[in-house]
């Protein structure tokens, strides 16, 4: 079995920043929208986005959830000084606000959110139990929760053929950075321990595709 190897929590570094914000995200971000459509979102007033990044997700959701008002944390600037002009340039300000913040630790209140969900952020955490606890004391008793993620390949050569596959076209910084998240990634046997033993042990494991999974409950369940 490969074995976990972290990666920086931080992505700060404006050039860092640049060249994930530079990547192809779009199917996988739509897919990730889709599913929380599927799982109830619209349904919600309040949603938390944990690691929001350059801020795809919550653009991407504002369309089809008009009633919806997202506070989308990071807790590297360049990320949000992105994803500030992003939400502008779409109109969103005031139903998407942005905060710098560490998703292991919030300045926010007990159930307070109606939906909280995170895009490929756990891979990037030491710790990764202290941000899933922080989920759950957050959301309010049958919220709904999607934690997606990438899971660790189970050998070296899993690990290079899924970079070849996926960020073949990339350039090589890109194709880096692909190789190290999958490479800090938690497994499913994982991830289900952790949220088992950080109070999300109502939240059901899916392997969606080849690389990504979801710690995920519908809302109302």
């Known amino acids: 079995m490969l074995q ?64 919806l008002h997202i506070m989308a944390v990071d807790l590297a600037k360049s990320m949000l000084d992105r994803a500030e002009q992003k939400v502008a340039l779409a109109g969103l300000q005031n139903r998407i606000r942005l905060a710098q913040m560490d998703v292991k630790a919030l300045d926010l209140p007990d159930d307070s959110f109606d939906a909280v969900f995170s895009n490929t952020i756990l891979h990037h955490l030491p710790e990764p139990a202290a941000m899933l606890a922080e989920a759950a004391r957050v959301l309010r008793p ?20 899924l970079v070849d596959l996926h960020a073949g076209d990339c350039d090589n910084e890109q194709r880096r950075l692909f190789a190290e998240s999958l490479h ?31 710690l995920q409950v519908g809302a109302g369940v």
């Open 184 to 214: 800090a990634a938690l497994t499913p046997d994982e991830l289900r321990e952790l949220a088992q033993a950080n109070g999300l042990g109502d939240a059901e494991v899916v392997v969606d595709t080849d690389r990504h999974m979801s």
């Open 142 to 161: 049958g919220g709904l929760l999607l934690i997606r993620d990438l899971y660790r390949p189970e050998s070296i050569e899993q690990l290079n053929a």
């Open 4 to 67: 976990r190897i972290l990666e920086l929590e931080v992505m700060d570094d404006p050039a860092e920043a640049a060249a994930y914000d530079a990547m192809d995200h779009v199917q996988p971000n739509m897919a990730f929208v889709e599913r929380l459509l599927e799982l109830g979102v619209g349904r919600c007033e309040k949603a938390l986005d944990l690691g929001t990044g350059p801020g795809d997700i919550p653009i991407l959701l504002a369309a089809p959830t008009q009633g």
